[in-house]
């Protein structure tokens, strides 16, 4: 497709159950960002991708997050032994440079709920 | 980490301008604000952006006042379709910092 392609759009998670939610961005975007969007609240920051390297990394949360970009294009986020509290939706967003990087392309979001 | 304030909600009839307002008053000088929507279920959607000058595309406009510590978003002649929550963002560094935003409501 066209556009940010985000997978699974729903997970059910155990506490305790690792997860992964995989972003594939636009092709050939350089920047990708993941955000992770509480219910009622506007999406904040978790971290950056320019190609493979991950330049920012300040807005997880814990060291159970984890997040790759091996080959510059398909991403995935990982959540190690999930809690309650990280039941939220998880958006990935990318642009095509590597500068002004404020004109994102954002999927649908991953919505995860842990029981 | 935000540096906006905008109104939690507004209500607008529909065919109506909506006049959606944002304070930055601790914006610096090279910094761009950027407007984005997020309608129920999906992801945020960029509008429109500008640093100084007063920008129109298909979608939108934006007053940027001169002394640049405020903005308003206008949508010509909104539809029930732009009931969203519209965010008002100063572009910090390489990332976008989301605040709450305003829940736009077109009525018919």
């Known amino acids: 497709g066209a556009g940010v392609s985000q997978s699974p759009r729903y997970k059910v998670a155990k506490r305790g159950q690792d997860v992964a939610l995989r972003c594939d961005p636009i092709?050939?975007?350089?920047?990708l960002f993941w955000y992770q969007q509480a219910l009622g609240q506007g999406p904040e920051f978790l971290t950056y991708?320019?190609?493979?390297?991950?330049?920012?990394k300040s807005g997880l949360p814990s060291d159970r997050f984890f997040a790759e970009r091996p080959e510059g294009s398909v991403s995935t986020l990982k959540i190690q032994r999930t809690q309650q509290e990280d039941s939220a939706v998880y958006l990935c967003a990318s642009s095509p440079g590597q500068y002004n990087t404020g004109e994102l392309f954002f999927g649908e979001g991953s919505r995860l709920t842990v029981l | 980490d935000a540096k906006t304030t905008q109104p939690p909600s507004m209500d607008c009839a529909e065919g109506r301008a909506a006049n959606l307002p944002c304070n930055h008053s601790?914006?610096?000088?090279?910094?761009?604000v950027y407007w984005y929507r997020q309608i129920h279920s999906q992801g945020p959607q960029y509008i429109i952006h500008?640093?100084?000058n007063n920008e129109t595309n298909e979608m939108a406009s934006l007053i940027i006042t001169e002394d640049r510590k405020s903005s308003t978003l206008i949508l010509p002649h909104a539809t029930l379709r732009d009931t969203a929550v519209y965010y008002c963002?100063?572009?910090?560094?390489?990332?976008?910092?989301f605040g709450a935003g305003t829940i736009l409501r077109v009525k018919s």
């Open positions: 601790t914006i610096s000088g090279n910094e761009y």
């Open positions: 500008g640093l100084k």
């Open positions: 963002i100063v572009l910090s560094g390489n990332k976008l910092v």
């Open positions: 991708f320019q190609n493979e390297a991950q330049l920012d």
């Open positions: 092709s050939g975007h350089v920047s």
